[in-house]
Every structure is written in C-alpha cells, then in structure tokens.
C-alpha cells in the first residue's frame, strides 16, 4: 500500500493506553484552565452575523463547563474554606458527565478525523465516513472498532448535552432541538482542521481546505 495513502493512524490500538493518558492531562489541564477564568473550552465563531439561538447556546456550554469544574475535584470553597456540596439536577449531572467524556476522548476522534475516518454530519452528529469519502474503506479492523466505539460515545454525549440546552434555556423547546443540531454542525464546520471531513447544509461531504494566505 502506498504510503501516502494509508491512514495515518494505523496501529493507533497499541497507543491507546498513551492516548488515554494524554486525554486524562488534557481533562486536568480544561479544569485547571477554566478554575483560573478561561471558561467555556467550546468555540464558537464570534461574528456580528451571530445569530440569538448560537448566542443561547454558546452561553449554555459556559454554563455546564462551569459545572465541570465545581463537580470536579477542585471543589468551590465556602466562607469557612470548606469544601461546598455542589447540588446538579439528574439532566445536569448526565450532562456534566457527558462534557468530562467529551473531553477524556478529545484526542482519539481527532486523530480518526485526521486519519479521515471519521467526520461530522450535517445534523451535528459523527460517522465513520461512507466508501468513496476519506480513508474509511482503508482502515484496519482494529481501527473501525475504536471508530465504532468513539461515534456512539460522542454521540451520546451530544444528545445529552443538547437536551440540558433545551431545558435550561425558557425560549427553547423541544421543537427546537433540530436548529440546535444545526446550530452545533455550523460551529463544527467553522472549527474543523484543514483535512477533515464535512457535511454542509445540503448533505454534501467537503474536506476542509486551508484557510487562504492573510485570513
């Protein structure tokens, strides 16, 4: 096989107890970050054409990230500097959880991105990419496995953490779930590394190009 064409992270099982070690840094390195004012670890692309619902949702990821750090072991202290109960509704708790996943697999769906065997949709979800799209049809089984494994986790965790959103927020139903989904991919695309793959708002599979020289 050409080497060019491989995908670059085969082999990528026999790291993965050095990835899982990154990302356990990584989520020590989001709580200490956000404890000092860094906030929501989720970017969104701040432009004057914002629209209200991105607005509202990007308010809600500062929220729940705030409760990912006084849920974590860096607890907020009272008065007396006595560590204080931090009391999270059931949806709340799932939700934090779900960020605290979101961020423990970080790095394994980054590198199956960039492997291109994975990518985002357009109804804010990810999927192994389709024959035809990527490297996905060239990827060990080892890989499709952890691929499987990382798409239902994410996917998971999306869904949790887009119904927190709906809840929290008193303009917001259950209606509006499908424009949250879409507000989310939107953001998804902005953010993509150069290589990834993404669906627009048609359905159509883009890999993401560079930005031109000067932006």
Not at 22 to 46: D, N
Not at 137 to 150: F, H, V, W, Y
């Amino acid at each position: 096989m050409n080497n060019e064409n491989r995908p670059p992270c085969e082999g990528h099982s026999t790291m993965l107890i050095a990835s899982r070690l990154r990302a356990f840094v990584g989520l020590l390195s989001f709580t200490i970050v956000a404890v000092i004012g860094s906030g929501c670890s989720f970017k969104f692309e701040v432009t004057s054409q914002r629209t209200a619902l991105e607005n509202q949702v990007m308010g809600s990821y500062k929220e729940l990230d705030d409760d990912v750090v006084m849920s974590s072991s860096v607890r907020a202290l009272d008065a007396s500097g006595n560590k204080k109960a931090v009391e999270l509704s059931t949806l709340q708790e799932r939700a934090v959880a779900a960020r605290q996943n979101q961020e423990f697999n970080r790095d394994d769906i980054d590198e199956l991105k960039s492997a291109q065997i994975i990518g985002e949709l357009r109804d804010g979800t990810i999927a192994i990419l389709p024959a035809g799209v990527g490297l996905a049809d060239r990827a060990t089984e080892s890989q499709r496995a952890l691929a499987r494994l990382l798409v239902a986790d994410e996917n998971r965790d999306r869904a949790v953490i887009w119904s927190r959103i709906v809840q929290s927020n008193e303009n917001l139903s259950s209606g509006d779930m499908p424009e949250v989904q879409r507000t989310f991919a939107r953001s998804q695309r902005d953010q993509a590394k150069t290589g990834h793959w993404i669906q627009d708002e048609s359905g159509k599979w883009l890999q993401k190009a560079s930005a031109p020289a000067g932006t």
